[in-house]
C-alpha cells in the first residue's frame, strides 16, 4: 500500500512546503525589488551610512510588533491595542528614566516588558474566560489604554534630553554596521519563529486557530495558549514601547496611535491568515519591512508626498493579490496531483 | 445484568450508572447506564436522539454530568476536560470528525502529544515514521503531509480512527465510526478492532448497522429516550429482539422500494471531467428512477454530486435537466431547474447549525415563501411545521437550534429543507448516514414514493445492502472513473464490490 | 430485561410542533438590543436630571449633527458584519467623497452634480472591496485595510494643502437646518429613509435571510443556493455609497471639504455596531440594537463634554462600556450554563431502569 | 458632581459680567499650547476670571466644533481658540457668537467674519523673513533647502511657506527651496520625513521647520546623523526642546515668539470684548497688563510683535 502512494506522496508533499516558501518568498521578492528600485533612483538609499542604517533600523520596531500580532493572528484571533499598549510603555520608560535617575537600563526593560505584558493579560484573560470575540475586546482596550496614557500624560511629554545618553545610543547605534535595534529585533524573531514551528506550544497556537472547537474536543490546553498569545504580543509591544524611546526620544500622550492597523497590515502581507492557522512570524516580520520600506522609497522615487498613502494601498492590496495567487495555484496542483497517485 | 465474555472476575474497565444530562429544557440523559469489561467490544444501539453521543461525551469529560455515578475500574471520577478523559486511557473517536484542516495530516494524529527532543524540539521523523506504520496497518492511502483540508468526511474519519488508536488506550469508544465507510475500511478497522480486544481493551461501538453490530460486538447496550433498556450478549439476542427494545414497535420492510413505471430522462450528464477529482462521468437518471453510485471512499462520488450541482467547478463536460443545460458554478441556477442536492457532511454543508429548525427548512425555498418580496417568521414556521411532522423530527419547537438535534435528527431536518423544494431530481449523498432504523425506512419509503411520483433521484451510498435495496440501476466508481452500470436486477454485493476495488487488487 | 422494555414509554407517534419554546415577551425583551437600548434610556434620564443644560433641546440637535454620519454608515456596516465580513475603508471613502465634490466644486461644476460624482466615486469604492473580497476571495479585513490607506491617500493626494470652502449656501444651510419649529435637524429625514429600507432588507427579505446564513455557516449558505459572493457584493456597495453620502453631509455641515475628513471614524462605526449587539464572527446582531449603540456613544460623550470630562475620558468610558457590554453578556451566558450544570453530587433518586 | 464643575461657565448672566474664559488649542497634550494657555492662565488670575481648558485628543475641527457647541451650551463668556480649520469651525464659532459668547482665536485664525479678534503671533511676513533670513545666513546664501511643515491643511503654515517663497525669490535667488514636506505635528512622522529629505536630496544644505514639534525631531535626527553640522537646521522652536541641539552645535540659531505672552494676550482681549470696552473694530484700543496696551489692526487683528530669535549666547535665559 505505502510504498504505492510514496512517489505521489514526497512530490505532493514537495508542492505543499512550496506553498509556504512562495508565500514568504513572493513578499521577499516584493521587498527585493523596492529597495532595487529606490537605490537605482538614489545610491544614498542603501549606499550610504546612513541609508543603510535606517533601512535596516527603521522597520525593526515593527517588526517586534507584527510578530507578536501574527502569533495572536494565527490563533485565530487579533490584538488592535498593540499601538495603545506601545504609547502607554513608551511613556513608562521615559518616567522611569526621570523619576528614578540613574536607574539600569536593563531594569527599565525587564518593567516595560513585563508591564506590556501585563496589559496583553488583561486583554487575553477577557478573551480567554468571558469567551468576547477579541477585535471587541481590544478595540475597546485600544480606546482604553490610549485615554489612560493621555490622562497620565497629560499635555507632559518625555524629550530627548530627559533620557540617558547611553539609552537613546541603543536606538541609532551600530555592531558590525547592523543597528542594535534591529539585533535585537532579528533574535526575538529567530527565537518566535523556531517557537512556532518546533514545539507542541507553538503548534497547538495553529490547531487552536485552524479549529477552535476541534481543539476542545482534543483537550488541548486552549485557555492557556490564549493567554500566552495575548501576553507575548502585549510583551513584545512593550518591547517595542521601549525601543521607540531610545529610537525617537521624544514621546507624548500619541506614542503609536494607529500602529495596530500596521501591524494587522503587516502580518498580514506576510502571508497570515486573518481566520488563523496559516502563516508564519517570518512573513509577518518581512511584511513589516516591505511596509515601512515602501514608505520610505516612495519620495525617492519621486512621488509626491501626498501621494504615498494610496501608494502604500495599492502595495498592500498588491501583496495579498499576489499571495493569493500563488497560494490558489498551488492547491489546484495539489489536487491535480491525484491523478499520478 | 448479564456477565459478559472476557474477564467475569474482574471488575469492569468502564462503568456509568443512571447518568442524568439535560440541556436547558431538553434531557439528553435521563438514566444512562452501562458497563464495560476489559477484552469487549461492546456495543451501544438506539433510536436517533437516543443519548448515546452525550454519554459518549460526558465519559470524555466534555459535559459534565448533573448526576450519576461514574467509574474507571471502580474507581469514582469526575472529568472536567476532555484532557482528563485522555490522562485516564480513554480514547474517544466522535460522531462528527473534527481535524484542523490547515494542519497536515501527521499533525492532525499527534496534535498536542508529538513527540519531542531537545530543547522540547518535536522530532519530526520519529512522527512520520510512527504515522507511516499506523497508515500501513490501517491500509490507508492518504498522504500523511497533506493538510487535512479537503479531506472527504470518509478520510477524516479513517485519521479519526488512526488518531485514536494511536493513543493506545485502555478504553476505546466509537460512535460510528463506520457511518462513512465503506466494505474494505470497515474490514480493516474491525481486525484491528478484535486485535485490540484481545490485547484487553475495553472498546464501546457505536452504529446503527446491525450487520456489523453482530459481526463485530460480543455484548450490546441498548437505550431509548435517554434511558437505559437493556444489556445481552449478542449470542443470546437477534436483531428483531435489539430493534423492538429500541423503537419499542416493530419495524418490518428495511428497504421497501416498490415497483415504478420508469419514464424519460431527466438528469443527463456528458463527459464531466474536473482533474484530480473525477474523469468523463457520463450518466442518466430518468423519471420515476433510482440511480445508486456505490463506490470505495474517496471514489470522487460526492464531488461529482457537487459539480452537477454547480457547487464546485468542472474543467469539461455537459449537465442538462428536462433537455435544458445546467449552466456550471450555480447552485441557485440548478435549484430553479428542479435539481437538489442532499449534501454528505450534514453540518459543514446541509444546516446552518446556528439556526432554528424553522430557518433551516426554509432556507432554499426563502425565495418561492416571499410574498412581495417580503418573508416573515409566520411564513417560515408554516412551512416547516409541514417537514417536520411529516419526517417526525425530535424536537417541541420549531425554534429549537438545529446544532442541539441529534446527528440523525439534523439529518431529517436537512431532508426537509430539501424536500420542500419540490425537485424534478434528486441527489442525495449518504441518504441515512447515522440514520435509526425506524428512520431509515422512513427514508426509504419516502424516497420510493417521490421515485413513484416521478421524480428522479440520484443516490450515492455507501452502503450496500441500501444500493442494492433501494436502487433501480447501480453506478459504481473508482478512483473518480465510472467503472460499471449494473442493474436492478443482477446486481449483487460481489459484482459491485468487485467494480469498486478491482484496481485494489491489482495493486498489491 | 424485557419487562422493562414494556414499561417504557413509547416516544409519542404523532408530535406537535410549538413555534416558539419561549413565550414572546422573553423573545423580544430578554435581548442584548433590549439591554442596550434599556441602557440608552438610564444614561439619557440620568443626564438630564444631574448635568446642567443636558435637558435643553439644543442638545438633541448637536447629539443628530454629531451622529447623523455615524448612524448612516453604521446601517450597511451592520449587514457585512453579520455575514462575517468587515469594511474598515468607510472612514476614507467619506474623506474620498468629501473631496471629490470639493474638487468638481472648485472646477465650477454645480453641487448637485458634483454629490451625484461623489456617490458614484463610493459606489466605485465599495466595488472594488467587493470585487477584491468576493471574486479574488481575500479576508476583508486585509484588503479595506489596504483601501483604507488607498481612498485615504486618493483624498489628500487631490487636494493637497488646500481646502475647498464655498459651497452653495442653500445646501451648507439645509445640512444644519431643523425640521419646522423643532430641534430636529432636517438631516434625521434621509437617514429614517435609509434606516427603513435597510430593515426590510435584513429582517423580512428571502436576501437578508441569505446575510444571516452566510454570516453562520457560507458552506451552507452556498449549498442552499445563497449566492454568497452577490450577496456580498452588494453589501459592500451599499457601504461605499452610504459612506458618500455620509461624505456629502459632512462636507456641507462643516463647509469644507478636506483630505483628513472623519480620519478614524471607521473604529467609532464598528464600536457602536459590536455594542449594539453584532457579533464580528457574523450571524447575529438586529438594526435597532445597533441605533442604540450609536446614540448611546453619542449621548455619553455630549453630557460628559457638558459635564467638562475631556476627551480622554471620554475615550476610556467608550472603550470600557464596549468591553463591558459584551463580557456582561457572555458572562450571564455562562452563569445560566452554570446554574444547569451543578457540581455533580451522588444521585439519590435512581434512574427509571438498571 | 460633575453637573456643578460644568456649570462653572453658566455663572453670571451672560452679558456683562460673565468673565469665564475657555481655552480652546489645536489638541490637547502638546507643549506649545500648554505654555501659551498657562499664559492665557496667569492673565485671567490677574483680573480674577475663571479659566478653563477643553480641546480634541487628535488635531481635528469637527473634534473642535463638538467642544464649540458644548461651550455654547454652558454659555461661557469667550472661547480662546486656535483653529484647526478656517472655514470648518466658523458655523459653530457663530452660533456660538449669537449666543452671545465673544470669540478670540489665536495662533492660527478662522476667517475674519467668524470670530470678533484675531490675536497674531507676529504677522506671516515678519515670521517668513526671519526664518528665510536665518537659513540664508547659515547656508552662505546659496543652495538647496527644504521645508518640513506640520499638517497639510494648517492655515498659518501654509501661509508662511508662501511668503518664504516669496521672500526668497526676492532677496536669495541662489537658494532653492526644493521640496516641502509634512510631519503632520507627529514627532516620529516628522523624525522619518527628515531622514527621507536627506536621502532624497543628497546636496541638501538647510531645513526649516516652521513647527516646534517638526524642528525638534529634525535637530534629533541630525544630531545623531552624518549630516550633523553639514547640514543647516532652523525655524521656530521652544527653547526646551531645543536647548541641547544648540548647545552641541546642531542647531546655530532659530526663532520664536513667546508663546505665553500670546495666552495672555489673547485673555486680555477676551476680557475687553466681554466688557464691552472694545467690539473688535479696527482702532479700538485695549489694557493687556504687563504687555502693556494693543491697539486693533485691520480686520481685527492684535500683532503680539516680532518673533524672537534664539542662540547660545540667549537660550539660557528661557524656560519654557
Ligand atoms: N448540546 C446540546 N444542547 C441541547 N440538546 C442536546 C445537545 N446535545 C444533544 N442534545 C439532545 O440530546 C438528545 C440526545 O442526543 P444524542 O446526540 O446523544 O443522540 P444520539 O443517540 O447520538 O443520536 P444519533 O444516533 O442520531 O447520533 C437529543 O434529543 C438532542 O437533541
Ligand atoms: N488520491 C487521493 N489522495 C488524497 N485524497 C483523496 C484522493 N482521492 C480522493 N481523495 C479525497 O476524497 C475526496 C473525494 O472523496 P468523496 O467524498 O467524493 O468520495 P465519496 O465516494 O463521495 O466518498 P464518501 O463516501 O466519503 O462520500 C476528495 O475530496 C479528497 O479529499
Ligand atoms: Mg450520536
Ligand atoms: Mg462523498
Known amino acids: 500500500m505505502s510504498t504505492a502512494t510514496t512517489t505521489p506522496t514526497s512530490n505532493v508533499t514537495k508542492r505543499l512546503g512550496a506553498i509556504g516558501k512562495a508565500r514568504e518568498l513572493g513578499i521577499l521578492l516584493a521587498l527585493v525589488i523596492v529597495v532595487i528600485a529606490a537605490t537605482a533612483a538614489n545610491p544614498n538609499f542603501l549606499f550610504s551610512a546612513d541609508g543603510w542604517r535606517d533601512l535596516l533600523l527603521t522597520p525593526s520596531i515593527l517588526v517586534l510588533v507584527a510578530v507578536g500580532q501574527a502569533i495572536v493572528l494565527i490563533t485565530r484571533n487579533v490584538d488592535l491595542s498593540v499601538g495603545s499598549v506601545l504609547g502607554l510603555t513608551a511613556y513608562l520608560t521615559g518616567r522611569l528614566f526621570i523619576d528614578f535617575p540613574g536607574i539600569p537600563i536593563i531594569v527599565v526593560f525587564v518593567i516595560a516588558v513585563a508591564f506590556g505584558g501585563a496589559l496583553g493579560l488583561i486583554n487575553g484573560a477577557l478573551v480567554a474566560f468571558a469567551k468576547v470575540p477579541a477585535m471587541v475586546i481590544t478595540l475597546g482596550t485600544l480606546y482604553a489604554y490610549r485615554g489612560i496614557n493621555v490622562l497620565w500624560t497629560g499635555s507632559d511629554r518625555v524629550n530627548a534630553s530627559d533620557l540617558p545618553k547611553s539609552f537613546l545610543a541603543l536606538g541609532t547605534e551600530q555592531f558590525l554596521t547592523i543597528p542594535i535595534l534591529t539585533i535585537i529585533a532579528l533574535v526575538v524573531l529567530v527565537i518566535a519563529g523556531w517557537y512556532m514551528k518546533n514545539t507542541r506550544g507553538g503548534r497547538e497556537f495553529y490547531a487552536i486557530g485552524s479549529d477552535p472547537a476541534a481543539a476542545e474536543l482534543y483537550g488541548l490546553r486552549v485557555t492557556r495558549r490564549l493567554l500566552t498569545a495575548f501576553v507575548l504580543s502585549g510583551a513584545l509591544a512593550g518591547l517595542g514601547g521601549v525601543l521607540y524611546a531610545a529610537r525617537y526620544g521624544t514621546i507624548n500622550s500619541q506614542a503609536g496611535s494607529g500602529w495596530e492597523l500596521d501591524a494587522v497590515g503587516a502580518a498580514v502581507i506576510g502571508g497570515v491568515a486573518i481566520v488563523g492557522g496559516v502563516g508564519s512570524v517570518w512573513g509577518a516580520a518581512i511584511g513589516a519591512v516591505l511596509l515601512l520600506t515602501i514608505n520610505r522609497a516612495l519620495p525617492i522615487l519621486g512621488i509626491p508626498d501626498f501621494w504615498q498613502r494610496a501608494v502604500v494601498g495599492v502595495l498592500i492590496i498588491g501583496a495579498i493579490v499576489l499571495d493569493r495567487v500563488l497560494a490558489v495555484r498551488q492547491k489546484r496542483k495539489l489536487i491535480e496531483a491525484r491523478d499520478d497517485s | 445484568m448479564t456477565i459478559p465474555p472476557g474477564a467475569p472476575d474482574r471488575a469492569p474497565a468502564l462503568e456509568l450508572r443512571d447518568i442524568r444530562k439535560s440541556f436547558g429544557a431538553v434531557v439528553a440523559l435521563r438514566s444512562g447506564t452501562i458497563e464495560v469489561h476489559a477484552g469487549s467490544i461492546h456495543a451501544l444501539v438506539g433510536e436517533n436522539g437516543a443519548g448515546k453521543s452525550t454519554l459518549v461525551k460526558i465519559i470524555a469529560g466534555l459535559y459534565r454530568r448533573d448526576a450519576g455515578e461514574f467509574r474507571l475500574e471502580s474507581a469514582d471520577v469526575d472529568f472536567t476536560s476532555t484532557a482528563d478523559s485522555k490522562a485516564a486511557g480513554i480514547a474517544v473517536i466522535y460522531q462528527e470528525p473534527t481535524l484542523f484542516p490547515d494542519l497536515s495530516v501527521t499533525e492532525n494524529v499527534f496534535m498536542g502529544r508529538q513527540p519531542t527532543g531537545r530543547f522540547g524540539r518535536i522530532d519530526r521523523n520519529a512522527m512520520r515514521t510512527e504515522v507511516d506504520g499506523l497508515f500501513q496497518r490501517l491500509g490507508v492511502r492518504i498522504d500523511p503531509d497533506r493538510p487535512a483540508d479537503g479531506l472527504s468526511i470518509a478520510d477524516q474519519q479513517v485519521i479519526e480512527i488512526a488518531k485514536a488508536i494511536s493513543l493506545d488506550a485502555k478504553v476505546l469508544i466509537m460512535d460510528e465510526p463506520t457511518a462513512a465507510l465503506s466494505g474494505v475500511e470497515v474490514d480493516r478497522l474491525f481486525q484491528i478492532a478484535r486485535s485490540l480486544r484481545d490485547e484487553g481493551r475495553a472498546i464501546i461501538f457505536i452504529s446503527h448497522r446491525f450487520d456489523e453490530v453482530f459481526d463485530l460486538c460480543d455484548t450490546v447496550t441498548v437505550m431509548r429516550d435517554g434511558a437505559y433498556i437493556s444489556t445481552s450478549r449478542i449470542v443470546d439476542t437477534s436483531v428483531d429482539e435489539i430493534v423492538r427494545q429500541m423503537v419499542g414497535r416493530d419495524v418490518t420492510e428495511l428497504f421497501p422500494k416498490q415497483e415504478t413505471t420508469i419514464g424519460g430522462p431527466l438528469l443527463e450528464v456528458e463527459g464531466l471531467t474536473s482533474a484530480g477529482v473525477f474523469h468523463d462521468i457520463s450518466l442518466t437518471v430518468r423519471s420515476g428512477e433510482i440511480v445508486g453510485l456505490a463506490g470505495l471512499v474517496g471514489a470522487g462520488r460526492s464531488e461529482v454530486a457537487r459539480a452537477i450541482f454547480g457547487v464546485d467547478h468542472y474543467q469539461s463536460g455537459t449537465v442538462h435537466l428536462n433537455g435544458k443545460p445546467v449552466p456550471a458554478k450555480s447552485p441557485t441556477a440548478a435549484m430553479r431547474l428542479g435539481l437538489a442536492l442532499v449534501p454528505e457532511d450534514r453540518r459543514k454543508q446541509g444546516l446552518v447549525l446556528d439556526s432554528s429548525v424553522a430557518r433551516n427548512t426554509t432556507l432554499a425555498i426563502r425565495e418561492q415563501l416571499a410574498k412581495f418580496g417580503i418573508i416573515t417568521s409566520g411564513f417560515e414556521n408554516r412551512a416547516a411545521r409541514v417537514w417536520a411532522s411529516r419526517l417526525e423530527v425530535k424536537t417541541n419547537a420549531l425554534s429549537t437550534v438545529a446544532g442541539t438535534l441529534s446527528g440523525g435528527n439534523q439529518q431529517k431536518v436537512v431532508l426537509g429543507k430539501w424536500l420542500a423544494t419540490e425537485p424534478t431530481v434528486l441527489i442525495i449523498d449518504e441518504p441515512t448516514r447515522g440514520i435509526d432504523v425506524g428512520t431509515k425506512a422512513e427514508v426509504h419509503r419516502l424516497l420510493s414514493e417521490l421515485a413513484g411520483q416521478g421524480m428522479g433521484i440520484l443516490m450515492i451510498s455507501s452502503e450496500l445492502p441500501e444500493v442494492l435495496g433501494m436502487a433501480d440501476r447501480v453506478l459504481v466508481m473508482r478512483e473518480g472513473r465510472i467503472t460499471a452500470e449494473i442493474d436492478r436486477s443482477d446486481a449483487t454485493s460481489e459484482n459491485v464490490m468487485f467494480a469498486a476495488t478491482h484496481a485494489e487488487e491489482q495493486h498489491s | 430485561m424485557s419487562s422493562i422494555t414494556e414499561t417504557t414509554p413509547a416516544p409519542a407517534s404523532v408530535r406537535r410542533y410549538r413555534d416558539y419554546d419561549q413565550p414572546l415577551w422573553k423573545r423580544v425583551l430578554l435581548t442584548r438590543e433590549m439591554a442596550i437600548i434599556a441602557l440608552l434610556v438610564v444614561v439619557v434620564i440620568i443626564a438630564t436630571m444631574t448635568i446642567r443644560g443636558f435637558g435643553q433641546p439644543i442638545t438633541l440637535t448637536y447629539l443628530i449633527l454629531d451622529v447623523t454620519p455615524i448612524l448612516l454608515i453604521a446601517l450597511p456596516m451592520t449587514l457585512i458584519m453579520i455575514t462575517g465580513e468587515i469594511d474598515l475603508s468607510v472612514a476614507s471613502v467619506v474623506g474620498l467623497s468629501s473631496v471629490v465634490t470639493g474638487v468638481l466644486i472648485n472646477g465650477g461644476v454645480p453641487f448637485e452634480i458634483a454629490a451625484v460624482v461623489a456617490l458614484l466615486v463610493g459606489g466605485i469604492g465599495g466595488a472594488i472591496n467587493g470585487f477584491l473580497v468576493t471574486v479574488v476571495g481575500l479576508p476583508s479585513l486585509a484588503v479595506t485595510i489596504g483601501t483604507l490607506a488607498l481612498f485615504r491617500g486618493l483624498a489628500v493626494g487631490l487636494l493637497g494643502t488646500t481646502a475647498v470652502t464655498d459651497f452653495p449656501e442653500f445646501w451648507t444651510d439645509l445640512a444644519k437646518a431643523k425640521l419646522g419649529a423643532t430641534s430636529i435637524p432636517l438631516a434625521i429625514i434621509p437617514f429614517l429613509v435609509l434606516l427603513a429600507i435597510f430593515a426590510v432588507l435584513l429582517h423580512f427579505t428571502p436576501f437578508g435571510r441569505g446575510i444571516y446564513a452566510i454570516g453562520l455557516s457560507k458552506e451552507t449558505a452556498a449549498f442552499s443556493g445563497v449566492d454568497v459572493g452577490r450577496t456580498k457584493f452588494i453589501l459592500f456597495v451599499l457601504a461605499g455609497l452610504v459612506s458618500a453620502l455620509a461624505g456629502i453631509y459632512y462636507t456641507l455641515r462643516f463647509g469644507s471639504a478636506r483630505g483628513d475628513n472623519a480620519t478614524g471614524m471607521e473604529l467609532q462605526v464598528i464600536a457602536a455596531v459590536v455594542l449594539g449587539g453584532v457579533s464580528v464572527f457574523g450571524g447575529r446582531g438586529a438594526l435597532h440594537g445597533v441605533i442604540a449603540g450609536v446614540l448611546l456613544i453619542g449621548v455619553l460623550a455630549s453630557a460628559l463634554r457638558l459635564a467638562n470630562v475631556t476627551s480622554d475620558v471620554i475615550n476610556i468610558i467608550t472603550g470600557a462600556l464596549l468591553v463591558i457590554s459584551v463580557v456582561s453578556s457572555s458572562l450571564l451566558a455562562w452563569l445560566r450554563t452554570q446554574r444547569q450544570t451543578p457540581a455533580v453530587k451522588p444521585s439519590a433518586e435512581s434512574g427509571a431502569a438498571g | 458632581a460633575a453637573g456643578d464643575s460644568g456649570s462653572g461657565g453658566g455663572e453670571g448672566e451672560g452679558d456683562g459680567g460673565n468673565l469665564s474664559i475657555t481655552f480652546l488649542p489645536k489638541n490637547l497634550g502638546n507643549p506649545y499650547f500648554d505654555t501659551s494657555n498657562a499664559g492665557g492662565e496667569e492673565a485671567i488670575e490677574e483680573f480674577g476670571g475663571t479659566f478653563a481648558e477643553v480641546g480634541p485628543a487628535e488635531a481635528t475641527p469637527d473634534g473642535q466644533v463638538s467642544y464649540i457647541n458644548t461651550l455654547t451650551q454652558q454659555g461661557v463668556g469667550a472661547i480662546a481658540v486656535s483653529a484647526n480649520d478656517p472655514k470648518a469651525i466658523c458655523d459653530a464659532l457663530n452660533e456660538a457668537r449669537d449666543a452671545g459668547v465673544k470669540v478670540v482665536t489665536f495662533d492660527s485664525d478662522t476667517n475674519a467674519d467668524c470670530r470678533d479678534l484675531f490675536v497674531n503671533q507676529a504677522d506671516s511676513e515678519g515670521i517668513a523673513k526671519v526664518q528665510v533670513d536665518l537659513i540664508a545666513e547659515q547656508i552662505g546664501g546659496a543652495g538647496e533647502i527644504a521645508v518640513l511643515s506640520a499638517s497639510a491643511n494648517a492655515t498659518n503654515?501654509?501661509?508662511?511657506?508662501?511668503?518664504?517663497?516669496?521672500?526668497?525669490?526676492?532677496?536669495?535667488?541662489?537658494?532653492?527651496?526644493?521640496?516641502?514636506?509634512?510631519?503632520?505635528?507627529?514627532?516620529?512622522?516628522?523624525?522619518?520625513?527628515?531622514?527621507?529629505?536627506?536621502?532624497?536630496?543628497?546636496?541638501?544644505?538647510?531645513?526649516?521647520?516652521?513647527?516646534?514639534?517638526?524642528?525638534?525631531?529634525?535637530?534629533?535626527?541630525?544630531?545623531?546623523?552624518?549630516?550633523?553640522?553639514?547640514?543647516?537646521?532652523?525655524?521656530?522652536?521652544?527653547?526646551?526642546?531645543?536647548?541641547?541641539?544648540?548647545?552641541?552645535?546642531?542647531?546655530?540659531?532659530?526663532?520664536?515668539?513667546?508663546?505665553?505672552?500670546?495666552?495672555?494676550?489673547?485673555?486680555?482681549?477676551?476680557?475687553?470684548?466681554?466688557?464691552?470696552?472694545?467690539?473688535?473694530?479696527?482702532?479700538?484700543?485695549?489694557?493687556?497688563?504687563?504687555?502693556?496696551?494693543?491697539?486693533?489692526?485691520?480686520?481685527?487683528?492684535?500683532?503680539?510683535?516680532?518673533?524672537?530669535?534664539?542662540?547660545?549666547?540667549?537660550?539660557?535665559?528661557?524656560?519654557?
Do not use: C
Not at chain 4, 541662489?174 to 523624525?191: A, W
Not at chain 4, 553639514?230 to 546642531?250: H, I, S
Not at chain 4, 515668539?257 to 470684548?273: H, I
Not at chain 4, 484700543?285 to 524672537?308: H, I, N, R
Open chain 4, 157 to 320: 503654515q501654509n501661509a508662511w511657506i508662501e511668503l518664504m517663497k516669496e521672500e526668497l525669490a526676492a532677496s536669495h535667488p541662489d537658494i532653492e527651496l526644493v521640496e516641502v514636506v509634512y510631519g503632520d505635528d507627529d514627532d516620529q512622522t516628522s523624525f522619518d520625513k527628515t531622514a527621507a529629505l536627506l536621502q532624497t536630496h543628497p546636496n541638501l544644505k538647510g531645513i526649516v521647520s516652521p513647527t516646534t514639534v517638526g524642528i525638534a525631531a529634525a535637530a534629533r535626527y541630525l544630531q545623531t546623523s552624518e549630516y550633523k553640522g553639514a547640514v543647516a537646521l532652523t525655524g521656530l522652536g521652544t527653547p526646551n526642546q531645543m536647548r541641547e541641539y544648540v548647545e552641541d552645535g546642531t542647531v546655530t540659531a532659530f526663532a520664536l515668539w513667546n508663546p505665553a505672552d500670546l495666552g495672555y494676550l489673547a485673555a486680555f482681549a477676551s476680557k475687553a470684548l466681554i466688557e464691552g470696552d472694545i467690539t473688535g473694530a479696527e482702532g479700538d484700543t485695549f489694557e493687556a497688563g504687563k504687555l502693556g496696551e494693543y491697539t486693533v489692526g485691520a480686520d481685527g487683528v492684535v500683532l503680539l510683535g516680532d518673533p524672537y530669535v534664539f542662540d547660545a549666547e540667549n537660550i539660557g535665559d528661557f524656560d519654557f
